[in-house]
C-alpha cells in the first residue's frame, strides 16, 4: 500500500488573529537555513530507509503557507522527492497556498514540476470578517489566485473557509460559501472557527472586545445540499491544523 508524505513549510507573510499554528514570519535567511535542513531530513529518511521503498500515493506540501517559498524553491523539493522515492503512477501531490502569494508564471512552473492539486486558504469573502481575523487580503484575491492556478493547468482546486467567523451572520455566509462555489473548486472545505490559546482573537474574545458570530451562522452545514458545482463539499467541527 502507497504511503502519504507530508512536508511541513513552517513560514507566513503575517499570523491570522485565529491562528495558532507553529510558524515564523517569513524572512529569506530564515527559508534558506529550513531548505537546508529540508533536504538534509530527506536525505536520511533515504539513508534509514525509513519508508522501507514503499511508494508514495500522496505527498502534501503543508504549513505555514509554503507558497512563501519561491516556484523554483518548491520545485528542487519535491524534484528530490520524487528523484530519491518512488511516486505511484497518478500521485496526488498537493500544495496549500495562500492567494496573495501566488503569481500564474509560477503557478505553471509548480504544474510543471509535479503538483497537481492545489489548496487556497480563502477563509471568507467578506472583506470586514478577513480584516476582523488579520487577514490582509481582499476578498477578490481569491478569484484571482483561482482562475490563476486554473490557467496554469491546475484541475483539481480545493478552498477552505472557515465559518463562525466575528461578527459573521447567516447572510455573510451565505454570501461567502456562494461567491466560493460560483469560483467551481474541485473541493470545498468548511471548518468550524475555535477560539485557540494565546492567539489574537482569543484574547480579544476574552476581553471582551470580540463580535460574537451570529449562532444561526455556526450551524450552516444545513444550508448547503447537493447539486453545487464543487464535486465534494467537507464541513468539519474542528478546525484543522493547517490552513494556508
Ligand atoms: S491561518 Fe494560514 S496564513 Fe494565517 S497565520 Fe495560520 S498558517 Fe499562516
Not at 519561491?70 to 503512477?89: G, Y
Not at 508564471?105 to 470578517?129: C, K, P, T, W, Y
Not at 455566509?173 to 474541485?186: A, H, K
Amino acid at each position: 500500500m502507497g504511503l502519504g508524505l507530508y512536508l511541513h513549510v513552517p513560514f507566513c507573510k503575517a499570523r491570522c488573529s485565529f491562528c495558532a499554528f507553529y510558524l515564523q514570519i517569513y524572512r529569506e535567511d530564515r527559508t534558506r537555513s529550513f531548505l537546508n535542513s529540508l533536504r538534509h531530513e530527506i536525505d536520511l529518511h533515504v539513508t534509514l530507509n525509513s519508508l522501507n521503498r514503499r511508494p508514495l500515493h500522496t505527498v502534501y506540501f503543508g504549513g505555514g503557507t509554503p507558497t512563501t517559498l519561491s516556484s523554483n524553491e518548491l520545485s528542487s523539493v519535491l524534484e528530490q522527492i520524487r528523484h530519491l522515492f518512488e511516486l505511484q503512477e497518478h500521485a496526488e501531490v498537493t500544495l496549500e497556498a495562500h492567494p496573495n502569494t501566488v503569481t500564474e508564471d509560477g503557478l505553471r512552473s509548480l504544474v510543471h514540476a509535479g503538483f497537481n492539486r492545489i489548496s487556497f486558504g480563502v477563509q471568507s469573502m467578506d472583506a470586514a470578517e478577513l480584516v476582523r481575523i488579520g487577514r490582509r487580503t481582499p476578498p477578490h484575491a481569491a478569484g484571482i489566485a483561482v482562475e490563476a492556478a486554473r490557467s496554469a493547468g491546475f484541475v483539481n482546486i480545493n478552498l477552505d473557509l472557515i465559518y463562525g467567523l466575528p461578527g459573521q451572520t447567516m447572510e455573510s455566509w451565505r454570501s461567502t460559501l456562494e461567491e466560493t462555489i460560483d469560483l467551481q473548486p474541485t473541493h470545498l472545505s468548511c471548518y468550524a472557527l475555535t477560539l485557540e490559546e494565546g492567539t489574537k482573537l482569543q484574547r480579544d474574545h476574552r476581553e471582551g472586545h470580540g463580535d460574537e458570530p451570529d449562532a444561526s451562522a455556526t450551524r450552516s452545514r444545513t444550508t448547503v445540499g447537493p447539486g453545487t458545482p464543487a464535486d465534494t463539499i467537507s464541513f468539519t467541527g474542528a478546525a484543522k491544523n493547517t490552513l494556508g
